[in-house]
């Protein structure tokens, strides 16, 4: 069986607060767009693991889809599993590939070895895994609250706008990008926010990360600014970095403007 994980991206983040176990309760929309890794799982007289694509710079034991299928054969009974991971989407770039990669296969071993559990089940193995992990057991527009792993549906779509993500060559640790902001309690709630029109969002959709990451890689800052630059409707990083968006209103073909830039362009969806 083979699935398509896609990536996300935040529409606004805001850092609330510091909890007492050290992570941070925050307030962010996860939106999915198809741009996709590809994992395949089928039946095996013993577990393994492969990967091609983009290399992973962790040891294979480590990696979010292996601790996904131990976490399940913790609990439950199924038979072996080979699991390949082709990756394409860029890692340390705030667009989730590593969490879409693990939920995918919690759904696929849930499929294949017919366990019948719930998505709401699911989204608890998810939320051991990743912060963010939840969100990609059921990949469409959701808010974010907790660490990120209290979902709600978000009443907002990018359908019919065009998207382009470019990704400078840098890595942004997501512990530096936390330690670089101060928690507040945003002056209007983001559901508010997102309601206005796209073209509206550049004077109050937020990233908080931003002011922190930009200042130690003004690279990313200057992709933003480009694609204001280009055209964009609304431009942001998209969770602590290093990946940029921009929000068309119709197709453009940006890729001269980002050289030495991983990129990738498509229309929303809802």
């Not at 895994?129 to 959701?142: A, K, N, T, W």
Request: hydrophobic fraction near 40%; aromatic fraction near 10%.
């Amino acid at each position: 069986m083979v699935v398509f994980p896609p990536c996300k991206i935040n529409l606004g983040l805001h850092i609330i607060r510091k909890r007492p176990d050290g992570y941070h309760d925050i307030e962010t929309c996860f939106y999915p767009l198809p741009w996709t890794d590809i994992l395949e799982a089928i039946p095996s007289s013993a577990f393994q693991f492969t990967q091609t694509g983009l290399p992973i710079d962790s040891a294979p034991e480590l990696n979010l889809c292996v601790r996904a299928y131990h976490a399940l054969k913790a609990d439950h009974e199924f038979t072996p599993l080979h699991i390949h991971l082709h990756k394409i989407v860029p890692m340390g770039a705030g667009l989730g590939g590593g969490s879409a990669d693990a939920a995918f296969t919690l759904v696929l071993i849930n499929e294949i070895g017919k366990l019948g559990l719930s998505r709401e089940k699911l989204n608890e193995y998810a939320a051991a895994l990743g912060s963010d992990c939840s969100f990609f057991v059921d990949p469409r527009p959701q808010m974010g609250l907790g660490r990120g792993e209290q979902l709600q549906p978000a009443s907002v779509s990018l359908k019919g706008f065009f998207l382009v993500i470019v990704k400078p060559p840098v890595h942004v640790s997501t512990r530096d990008a936390y330690a670089g902001v101060t928690p507040a309690v945003p002056a209007q709630p983001l559901p508010e926010i997102l309601q206005q029109p796209v073209h509206l969002w550049r004077n109050s959709l937020v990233n908080q990360f931003e002011e922190s990451v930009f200042a130690r890689y003004p690279l990313i800052r200057e992709a933003k600014e480009e694609m204001y630059r280009q055209g964009a409707a609304y431009a942001s990083m998209s969770g602590s970095g290093a990946s940029v968006f921009g929000i068309f209103s119709s197709e453009v073909n940006l890729r001269s403007a980002f050289p030495g830039m991983t990129y990738w362009a498509g229309f929303g969806q809802d």
